[in-house]
């Protein structure tokens, strides 16, 4: 994945969000044919917001946005916005078959992070990065160098939170990106259905016994894990788990086998993605003689979730509402 400190190239069954944003004010391209035709006049514009200490200033909706990661350009489809997307790039996993349609129709400008000569060629108003790698100054990629063009960005609110990022967070993210594209009821209608679903899941397992869950997405000579900074480990809170690592103070990091034996998780959780199998990532703990006492290695529990779930955008409900079910299958 490509903002960790070690290399990553990143489905869940997937439950259908939101094909019926159409149905406040209208269908979303009838919204945004209205929006293109007078932008410079917008409701509810200029609009200024400071995303991840950069302040920018809004006219009017964004009409040529690129997002260059997966959970970016998800966000963007799931409110409606392919028509006004001219860009994509690096996919983790699949995108949801809910919005393959509208992902087709937009222009991939590279597998993983477009150059700065191809990302300039599609002559974007607007560049979305879930990662911080998606703005990185020595590919010439920096939201400075890109503001000097005339080009307003985003980040992830994911990667500038200080602390936890929990459902605040998500709310925050999508609130201002539909507010940013002139599309606010439709944040609204997503936050509503995204909180829904959760907050369903969560009455589900309020009375249940919380596993522990060590969090696997890669290594060998140590092991690469969620710590208690990033959604991922509200996702394992809200689907009934207790993350042994919740006290790791990044969204991601480095661990030892030797604190993953000490700490005796009950449940093993493995991120699905890229190169590396659920299968390989299964047999490398099954056949490392040190883990054999470990409880979820024992007894042989692992979970699964797509890597593009464990991130902050549209598919958190979707994560919780699969990792519940894994946790505490009687109580789905």
Known sequence: MPSYPRALLRALVPVPLLIPLAACGGSPAAQDAKANAGAGSAPGFPYSVTNCGVTSTYQAPPQRAVAMNQHAT??????GLEGRTVGTAYLDDAVLPA?????????????EYPSKEVLLGANPDFVYGGYSSAFDKAQGRDREGLAQSGIN?????EYCTKGKVGLDQLRTEITEVARTFGVPERGE??????RRRIDAVSARVKDKARPTVFVYD??????FTSGGNGIGNEIVALAGGTNVFADLDDTFGDVSWEKVIERKPEVVLIYDYGGTTVEAKKQRLLNDPALAQVPAVRNRRFVV?????????VR????????????????A
């Open 74 to 79: 998800e966000i963007l489809l799931a409110l």
């Open 99 to 111: 919005y393959r349609p509208a992902y087709d129709k937009i222009k991939v400008l590279a597998k």
């Open 153 to 157: 960005s985003r980040l992830s609110v």
């Open 189 to 194: 209608k997503l936050i509503a259905d995204e």
């Open 218 to 223: 890669s290594g060998e000579a140590s092991a």
């Open 305 to 313: 979730l797509p890597l593009s779930s464990a991130v902050l955008g």
């Open 316 to 331: 958190v409900a979707d994560a919780v509402e699969s990792l519940g079910g894994q946790l505490h299958p009687d109580a």
